[in-house]
């Protein structure tokens, strides 16, 4: 019984009732296991041990795995502000729908991109990427793409060799770099990216990476809440400033309200630099 808890819980509570089988557990040991109340027996297909608010066994309880912005929560990728936290669940295109009724996330019925090990309650990343791509606006799949691309060290060319499902991931898959340090920096220069404007991230100026610089001579930071809310932070970030103004470079600093919640302003700002040339060589 040890053996079989310590199993569920290495994958997350939820494991198959065929591969615990194959891993040497009894099936009249594991009906009495059931019976005991010790181990959960969800549709005669999963063995699970949690509690009924876990997305994996939530999952199993509708006959599928784990999926899209579910899976970017469970693995700590950037979500875009104030998503709902319904559970995305992947199913088998001719799978059965009974286990839907009353359900209140969203299903995604797909043939997988990637051939996975059936025992496994959580959809794989490709499968997770290409859902999300469909699933929210292209700046916010965007946004999600580049920070997985910097969480599980995805290669940028390597993405685009992938066979995707739909024209919208084949696009996040053209657009990604894998440079963004933020999601709020993916959604700038997913923005950015529409004007035409010569952008570059992450150039190196004055010892130290600047988010984007627009051109040659126009350089836009964008304090995001991770890396500007400390004091130093802050005095750091100032210190880069006035260097990279005192080399003739025009600095534009924006916030992470601003950048979400007064993008007319910001665009206004950059136009009005775009307009004085500040992004080319100094007079």
């Given at each position: 019984?040890r ?8 994958r ?26 010790v ?14 608010d ?16 579910s899976v ?11 998503m ?15 286990g839907?009724?009353?359900f ?15 025992e496994?309650?959580v959809?794989?990343?490709e ?7 469909g699933?929210?606006?292209p700046?916010?799949?965007q ?19 992938v066979?995707?499902?739909?024209p ?8 990604a ?6 999601g709020?920096?993916s ?19 004055a ?5 984007a610089?627009?051109?040659?001579w ?6 995001g809440h991770?890396?500007h ?7 750091r ?19 992470y309200?601003?950048?979400l ?21 100094p007079?």
């Amino acid at each position: 019984m040890r053996d079989l808890l310590e199993r569920l819980h290495q994958r997350g509570g939820v494991v198959r009732r065929q591969a615990a089988v194959q891993a040497g557990f009894a099936p009249a040991a594991i009906r009495r296991w059931v019976a005991s109340g010790v181990v959960r027996s969800i549709r005669r297909t999963w063995l699970a041990v949690g509690g009924q608010d876990d997305d994996r066994v939530r999952a199993a309880e509708v006959g599928g795995r784990v999926a899209c912005v579910s899976v970017a929560r469970e693995r700590g990728w950037w979500v875009p502000e104030g998503m709902d936290s319904a559970l995305h669940v992947s199913l088998p295109p001719h799978g059965r729908s009974d286990g839907l009724v009353g359900f209140a996330g969203t299903a995604h019925w797909s043939v997988p991109i990637t051939t996975s090990a059936p025992e496994l309650p959580v959809e794989p990343l490709e499968d997770a990427l290409d859902h999300i791509a469909g699933c929210l606006s292209p700046e916010d799949a965007q946004a999600v793409w580049d920070s997985a691309m910097r969480r599980e060290r995805l290669d940028a060319d390597a993405l685009r060799r992938v066979t995707w499902r739909t024209p919208a991931a084949r696009a996040c898959a053209d657009r990604a770099t894998g440079l963004s340090d933020s999601g709020l920096e993916s959604i700038f220069v997913f923005r950015l990216s529409a004007w035409g404007v010569p952008l570059r991230q992450q150039v190196v100026l004055a010892g130290r990476p600047v988010d984007a610089l627009i051109g040659d001579w126009l350089v836009v930071q964008i304090d995001g809440h991770a890396f500007h809310s400390s004091s130093a932070d802050r005095t750091r970030d100032l210190a880069h400033d006035a260097e990279l103004r005192l080399r003739g470079y025009t600095v534009l600093r924006f916030s992470y309200a601003q950048v979400l919640h007064d993008w007319p302003a910001v665009a206004r700002v950059i136009s009005r630099a775009l307009a004085t040339g500040a992004h080319l060589a100094p007079r």
